[in-house]
């Protein structure tokens, strides 16, 4: 079991920036991978990126070249840094304790409480 908690969400204007964080606690080593996923109101949960243990990253289209995720193995934290956000950035953003496998990503079972994040235009 792992627990993870989301915090850096806010209002932002189009065009701003803002970092996400995200705690680790527990069984985190029986994964190798910490993803950033988005649900906007009507929309399914989207993989917005992921980064692997070993550090290789993936990336969302949406999302490539203004996001960048990043982590800290030795605190158990993972961060995106998200610029030049758009109003469809909106969404509640939550991290994620996975999987890489040959497929992408594979999402575990736990999940955080989530943090807002809206860009107005």
């Known amino acids: 079991q792992v627990q993870l908690v989301e915090s850096g969400g806010g209002l932002v204007q189009a065009g701003g920036s803002l970092r996400l964080s995200c705690a680790a606690s527990?069984?985190?080593?029986?994964?190798?991978?910490m993803g950033w996923f988005r649900q906007a109101p009507g929309k399914q949960r989207e993989l917005v990126a992921h980064?692997?243990?070993?550090?290789?990253?993936n990336y969302a289209n949406s999302v490539q070249g203004r996001f960048t995720i990043s982590s800290d193995n030795a605190r158990n934290t993972v961060a995106l840094q998200m610029n030049s956000l758009k109003p469809e950035d909106t969404a509640v953003y939550y991290c994620?304790?996975?999987?890489?496998?040959?497929?992408?990503?594979?999402?575990?079972?736990?999940w955080g409480p989530g943090t807002q994040v809206t860009v107005s235009s």
């Open positions: 994620n304790a996975g999987y890489r496998t040959s497929f992408g990503y594979s999402s575990g079972t736990s």
């Open positions: 527990g069984s985190i080593l029986d994964f190798n991978a």
């Open positions: 980064i692997t243990s070993g550090g290789y990253t």
